[in-house]
């Protein structure tokens, strides 16, 4: 499904997904859902995690393997950053520090160690 064409709905297929499933959004849930057919008849599921949307496109496929790498690591850290400050009111006091400025990858997995959220996203 993902590897559609441009322009056939694939990010607002993954926005859509994020405003239900997101806690962050529980407050905007009729403003979006209320008069469709989810929203009057919602599931348990409703507004019940912390979404940690990544969107890839910001990354060069013509870049050379450094740059590409460089811009991976940035996009991660960014949206890392912004999910930390936007769920601190759930994640109780995550430190910004866990950012490794150099290694997006190193990033992430110090973010769900620290949270233990590790072993529950590779089981999911």
Avoid at 17 to 28: A, F, M, N, P, V
Avoid at 85 to 94: D, I, M, P, R, S
């Amino acid at each position: 499904m993902f590897l559609r064409p441009r322009r056939w709905g694939k990010s607002t297929f993954l926005q859509t997904l994020t405003d239900y499933y997101d806690k962050g959004k529980k407050d905007y849930f009729n403003d979006i859902f209320g008069g469709l057919y989810i929203g009057k008849n919602p599931t348990s599921g409703r507004n019940s995690l912390l979404v940690l949307r990544f969107d890839f496109s910001t990354v060069s496929g013509t870049s050379t393997p450094n740059t590409m790498r460089e811009q991976f690591d940035r996009m991660i850290n960014i949206e890392l950053e912004r999910f930390l400050k936007q769920n601190q009111a759930f994640l109780g006091g995550l430190k910004l520090d866990l950012i490794d400025n150099t290694d997006g990858a190193k990033s992430l997995i110090r973010v769900l160690v620290s949270r233990r959220m590790f072993h529950r996203v590779l089981t999911y």
